[in-house]
T-cell receptor, first 113, second 113 residues
Framework: DQQVKQNSPSLSVQEGRISILNCDYT??????FLWYKKYPAEGPTFLIS?????DKNEDGRFTVFLNKSAKHLSLHIVPSQPGDSAVYFC????????????FGKGTHLIIQP | NAGVTQTPKFQVLKTGQSMTLQCAQD?????MSWYRQDPGMGLRLIHY???????DQGEVPNGYNVSRSTTEDFPLRLLSAAPSQTSVYFC????????????FGPGTRLLVL
């Protein structure tokens, strides 16, 4: 059973507009959430994170929102740029299982000119 | 400072062969882990280590062994390769607490025939 879900396999956004990537989780033990960006043939690179004691974290063009009651988080990218085209993974930790990160399946973000 | 390095970048094996995927980090991180990524899937945790001499199983450990004799190195061994182990393998490290930013290597693409 997937504990971290990214229900949109792909998302197309026009350059300059806002990109919103969504992630849902089921494990109430998760207390730390991260977003990773991945280009083809490269390892994932850390983008932004949020602790469960916060509901928002901002870093430049990237903002992550956490709604604990809904078990939902989202990544906002404003404004979207061509270099943002990549696969974005939502990840979580703190669950009752093994240590390490639990990843969603990823969302392929395509920024169109 | 090279970060996390992985060798080889690409490997082809025959069913039943064994091999070791190498991973090294030069950031003096205590925590290291191995993930595999399959098409349409997120990354799944294979094994992890919270320090030299300490290892534990992740979500998908079967068919893999690890050891952690030094802080820097965390090799992953395939004892008897199977086609189901065809995947891209990522090694990651982090400074301390599980869930904090993990730094990923560039990956090893493995094909088992």
């Amino acid at each position: 059973d997937q504990q971290v879900k990214q229900n949109s396999p792909s998302l197309s956004v026009q350059e300059g507009r806002i990109s919103i990537l969504n992630c849902d989780y089921t494990n109430s033990m998760f207390d730390y959430f991260l977003w990773y960006k991945k280009y083809p043939a490269e390892g994932p690179t850390f983008l932004i994170s949020i602790s469960s004691i916060k509901d928002k974290n901002e870093d430049g063009r990237f903002t992550v929102f956490l709604n604990k009651s809904a078990k939902h988080l989202s990544l906002h990218i404003v404004p979207s740029q061509p270099g943002d085209s990549a696969v974005y993974f939502c990840a979580a930790s703190g669950g009752g299982g093994a240590d390490g990160l639990t990843f969603g399946k990823g969302t392929h973000l395509i920024i169109q000119p | 400072n090279a970060g996390v390095t992985q060798t080889p970048k690409f490997q082809v094996l025959k069913t039943g062969q064994s091999m070791t995927l190498q991973c090294a980090q030069d950031m003096n991180h205590e925590y290291m882990s191995w993930y595999r990524q399959d098409p349409g899937m997120g990354l799944r945790l294979i094994h992890y280590s919270v320090g030299a001499g300490i290892t534990d199983q992740g979500e998908v450990p079967n068919g893999y062994n690890v050891s952690r004799s030094t802080t820097e190195d965390f090799p992953l061994r395939l004892l008897s390769a199977a086609p189901s182990q065809t995947s891209v393998y990522f090694c990651a490290s982090t400074k301390s607490r599980v869930g904090e930013t993990q730094y990923f290597g560039p990956g090893t693409r493995l094909l088992v025939l």
